[in-house]
């Protein structure tokens, strides 16, 4: 893979740029580790447990686990090829050294405990290496405390024990109940080893050095063995590959549901407000996750997420919830937490308040992805195909409400997407019907209300002024990105509309380039969105507008990959200073590029 490089990275009042992270995990936790060798934020066990190491949102308070030279040195990082295990490559004056990381787990999945290795090789001449540990306090309601016993020091911080496995050329200096430092120094052909193991509310098992340090490497085949396993073969095929790894971070194994992503609060503008939780998972990301893997041809995954996300929204009854937890269930409502924030930007919350809204696009999602997966040659259960139905009717009995939109805004509106949505609901059951994969006995009724939804958009949502489809109706003249998804839509009911409105988009919301803003005026407050920016690729593409597609495509991708980092993607860009903003990996951000480049490259679903 490409090196992202660095060179003599400082940190500005404790804090990095959040596009100079990298990700690490292992299907349950995520970790986040900065070029300086500071992993600054670990939730664990879980993706939406509470933050062993928090520093990424309050550098004074907050945990951390760091391993870096003493002296000034320079950087390089990539990932391993077809891998999410994680090389950085330090070079000082006096040596040369290569930091490998991995989040362990073994061919069959995760580990029963979580295991975070950390293996330290010298290269050329020494470098001095230090060491240091600052454990997260859970915003000040835990106080870290250390037990010594017969198999090494323990660190427990409320539910959780703690253990630091070091080889013996690590030199301790302080070993306390909230702070660790030791020494390194590394000499050519040198092979040194740091580790730490979590459980929670379980034993803690004390596996070995040696199988620690040869679990990195199993990992890296377990991650080679998935890339090996799928079937994507269309363009762009790298991009794709990394975005697919990106992916995985947010698959959570012991269920499988997709979180959208692996940080809270992150902030979509510096200073402002629009700071969420994202470790949860929604419907809309996830079916659309989903609809990735279909095309990657990740087949166990995509089973497992559908699946998971089908009999949740069985067990909750009636109503769709908005985002559930990764178990499965409600999302807890928002609680602001006293931390100062990444860069001082608050709040800093727990919880998202988006699990009480109406967001009638979901019935779109729903259907869309149940639509996909028969059509890529799969087989909707009983189960599933009645909860499909029952969703298909309460699509056709709800359109005419107003909702907060995809958006999530506070405004009830009528929004374009949200019926364009409703349309697609109901156009996907009406042929699920056809197909036999639904029962036929409300068919017409859903071919009706779908036919009076297209009806109502082209009447309530055109904007002659703009030559383009609204924000919302209500004769307003604003523009949403979102309409993006919605492409079929167009395509069966108003080709040249939906063309207008794309190319209204890009002129407004993306300035006449391909990085789109996600409705009217919102730039005032936050960055380009990346997924909006991919989706209008796959939108051009599908509407034969492939010249204009291909040569965004080009253009976002030199733009977000050609910068040094990773590839990865947090939820938004600034394309004004350069700078990465929102929570990251982000799902919606790495969905968005396969899909595009699934779109250029024509790929047939037949045997995915």
């Known amino acids: 893979m490409k090196n992202s490089q660095y060179h003599s990275p400082i940190r500005q009042q404790g804090t990095v740029g959040l596009g100079d992270y990298a990700a690490i995990g292992e299907g349950r936790s995520v970790a986040l580790i900065a070029p300086d060798g500071g992993i600054d934020w670990w939730c664990v066990p879980h993706i939406d447990s509470p933050a062993l190491f928090d520093r990424l949102l309050d550098s004074d308070i907050g945990g951390y686990f760091s391993l870096t030279p003493i002296e000034e040195y320079s950087v390089q990082r990539r990932y391993r090829e077809n891998s999410n295990i994680l090389e950085t490559e ?102 040194s080893l740091c580790a730490l193991l979590v459980s929670r509310s379980e034993p803690l098992a004390v596996p070995t050095l040696q199988s620690i340090d040869k679990r990195i490497e199993t990992s890296h085949l377990a991650w080679q063995s998935w890339v090996d396993n799928l079937s994507y073969q269309g363009s762009y095929p790298q991009y794709v590959t990394r975005s697919a790894l990106a992916l995985k971070f947010l698959w959570f194994s012991p269920t499988g549901a997709l979180a959208a992503a692996a940080t809270t609060s992150l902030p979509e503008g510096i200073g402002g407000e629009k700071n969420y939780d994202y470790r949860y998972a929604w419907i809309r990301d996830a079916c659309l996750i989903i609809k990735s893997f279909v095309y990657l041809g990740a087949l166990e995954d995509c089973q497992a997420a559908y699946s998971w996300l089908s009999k949740t929204i069985m067990r909750h009854g009636e109503e769709l919830l908005t985002c559930y937890t990764l178990e499965g269930g409600e999302v807890p409502a928002e609680t602001y937490l006293d931390l100062q924030g990444y860069k001082n930007s608050l709040p800093v919350r727990k919880g998202n308040n988006a699990r009480d809204q109406r967001q009638l696009s979901m019935y779109g999602d729903m259907l869309a992805v149940g639509q996909l997966f028969v059509e890529s040659g799969h087989i909707l259960d009983l189960e599933t195909s009645r909860l499909l139905s ?27 997407h949200s019926k364009m949505a409703c349309w697609l609901a109901l156009d996907a059951a009406v042929e699920l019907a056809d197909a036999g994969h639904l029962e036929a006995t409300w068919r017409d009724r859903w071919a009706a209300e779908r036919d009076h939804i297209a009806q109502w958009v082209e009447h309530h949502c055109w904007s002659e ?40 988009i890009i002129e407004e919301l993306g300035h006449g380039g391909p990085h789109l803003y996600r409705y009217s005026h919102v730039e005032k407050e936050e960055s380009t969105f990346v997924a909006c920016s991919f989706w209008m690729v796959e939108a051009l593409d599908a509407l034969d507008d492939n010249a204009l597609a291909q040569k965004n495509m080009e253009t976002i991708l030199k733009t977000l990959c050609d910068r040094g980092n990773v590839e990865t993607f947090n939820e938004m860009f600034d394309i004004r200073t350069g700078e990465w903003r929102g929570n990251l990996p982000q799902g919606l951000s790495h969905l968005a590029l396969i899909c595009a480049a699934q779109a250029l490259g024509n790929q047939s679903l037949s045997g995915l």
């Not at 999945?109 to 306090?137: Q, V, Y």
Request: hydrophobic share 35%; proline share 4%.
């Open 90 to 191: 330090y070079i000082t004056a006096s040596g040369r050294a290569l930091l490998t990381e991995s989040i362990n787990s073994n061919l069959a999945g995760p580990l029963p405990w979580n295991e975070l290795a950390r293996r330290i090789e010298g290269k050329e001449g020494k470098i001095d290496f230090r060491l240091s540990i600052r454990f997260g306090t859970q915003v000040e309601t835990r106080s870290p405390w250390l037990d010594t016993t017969d198999q090494g020091n323990v660190f427990h911080i409320g539910d959780l024990m703690v253990m630091l496995r070091c080889s013996d050329d690590f030199e301790v200096e302080t070993c306390e109940s909230n702070e660790v430092r030791a020494l390194l120094t590394t000499h050519p052909s040198s092979s």
């Open 465 to 504: 002024t703009r030559q383009a489809y609204r924000f919302y109706s209500d004769d307003n003249d604003e523009l949403d990105a979102a309409l993006t998804l919605v492409y079929r839509y167009g395509a069966r009911i108003n080709k040249p509309r939906m063309l207008s409105t794309y190319h209204a």
């Open 390 to 416: 029952r969703l298909a009717n309460q699509c056709a009995d709800r359109w005419r409400l107003k909702d907060s939109g995809m958006w999530e805004l506070p405004d009830l509106q009528h929004y374009t």
